[in-house]
């Protein structure tokens, strides 16, 4: 007989009580949160916990990101950057990125960056998936010019607005609506994807 106030095995919401605590939990403590901290949120018993998911890796990864191998990208929405005209790709690029983690929530990006800051995991996730399959090859066909660094001035931007906006969530940037970010943001993304950087080199 389960405790009173907990829900069963086989329940059919237990597994999403423990995907919603744990979103929250990783939020807001990291990636060490608390797995009986998490169960006890969920109203399940911890036991529970290890029932649906291996580990806590693939919990956080279920959670966070909602997949194994890294950020859940719609592909439409990539398709959207390719399909861009060339002036308008770093807009459509931020677009992409705003519109992945609203569509995701805020909690989830935070969740994400307190973890990355202390496992190498997470930042290859970063890295292999949402850097390596969409801005890295978009770059590549555009500026093939010192690719690698602007491959990673436009990952600082994106990662950078994404912490005002959704962990430090400062209130004009928080509260923009998102075109409005495109607007702001889209071109610097846009020199760093086909500008000149205007960098001094030693002779």
Do not use: C, K, N
């Amino acid at each position: 007989m389960s405790p009173r106030g907990r829900r069963p095995a086989g329940s059919p919401d237990a597994r999403e009580a423990i995907l919603d605590a744990a979103r929250t939990a990783f939020a807001r403590d990291g990636y060490s949160a608390s797995l009986r901290g998490i169960a006890r949120e969920a109203g399940v018993d911890p036991a529970l916990v290890h029932h649906y998911f291996a580990d806590r890796a693939t919990l956080f990864s279920q959670a966070v990101v909602g997949d194994i191998d890294g950020v859940t990208l719609d592909p439409s929405l990539v398709e959207q950057v390719r399909r861009a005209e060339p002036e308008s790709q770093g807009a459509a690029v931020v677009r992409v990125f705003l519109s992945t983690w609203d569509r995701m929530g805020g909690e989830r990006f935070t969740a994400l960056v307190r973890a990355a800051l202390g496992h190498e995991r997470v930042i290859s996730g970063i890295r292999d998936v949402f850097i390596g399959a969409v801005i890295a090859p978009l770059v590549a066909s555009l500026a093939p010019d010192r690719a690698e660094l602007r491959t990673q001035l436009i990952a600082s931007q994106l990662i950078g607005l994404g912490m005002v906006r959704w962990v430090a969530r400062m209130s004009a940037v928080r509260d923009a609506e998102r075109e409005d970010l495109v607007l702001a943001v889209g071109p610097t993304v846009q020199h760093y994807l086909t500008g000149d950087l205007g960098l001094w080199h030693a002779a």
